[in-house]
């Protein structure tokens, strides 16, 4: 079998099956991944397929009612890029919405080598707890231009 994404269709089903279960689940996406792959987020750099396999499976050790949904999706060359919304609760906080984007970037052979997640951790999971989400958005306005903390 040949592990190469080709198109967005394919990369969208492959994406979803990660989450049609009660805990995610990568191994149907895994072999698509470089052996080199460089993961970005807000908060890790990840080097080697090995260390991105141990971090998928802390993510889903640590995390409960992991759901993601595909907002919007396009291909362009050897890039993927996709907007998503990710429902998550950590410990005991209630369920938190995440949204983010996220930027595949495939080598020669169709395997992902690159990827890049651009989301807002902490403001995203502040804003589902009663009480604080409200002194956090003040603060950030207060920090920042009122005109880009609607």
């Known amino acids: 079998m040949s592990y190469r994404i080709e198109n967005v269709e394919q990369f969208t089903k492959l994406w979803i099956e990660i989450y049609n279960s009660q805990?995610?689940?990568?191994?149907?996406?895994?072999?698509?991944?470089?052996?080199?792959?460089?993961?970005?987020?807000s908060i890790q750099e990840i080097h080697g397929k090995k260390?991105?396999?141990?971090?998928?499976?802390?993510?889903?050790?640590?995390s409960q009612n992991m759901k993601m949904k595909i907002m919007n999706v396009s291909m362009q060359?050897?890039?993927?890029?996709?907007?998503?919304?990710?429902?998550?609760?950590f410990k005991n906080l209630p369920n938190s919405k995440m949204y983010g984007a996220?930027?595949?970037?495939?080598?020669?052979?169709g395997m992902i080598i690159k990827q890049r997640d651009y989301y807002d951790l902490w403001g995203d999971i502040i804003d589902?707890?009663?009480?604080?989400?409200?002194?956090?958005?003040?603060?950030m306005q207060?920090?920042?231009d009122k005109s880009i903390c609607k």
């Open 23 to 41: 805990k995610p689940d990568w191994s149907g996406i895994i072999p698509y991944y470089d052996e080199k792959i460089y993961f970005h987020d």
């Open 51 to 62: 260390e991105f396999i141990e971090m998928t499976q802390r993510l889903v050790k640590r």
């Open 77 to 89: 060359g050897r890039i993927i890029y996709f907007e998503w919304e990710m429902t998550l609760s």
């Open 102 to 109: 996220s930027r595949l970037t495939l080598n020669d052979e």
């Open 128 to 139: 589902s707890i009663p009480g604080i989400s409200k002194g956090y958005r003040i603060f």
């Open 142 to 144: 207060k920090l920042f």
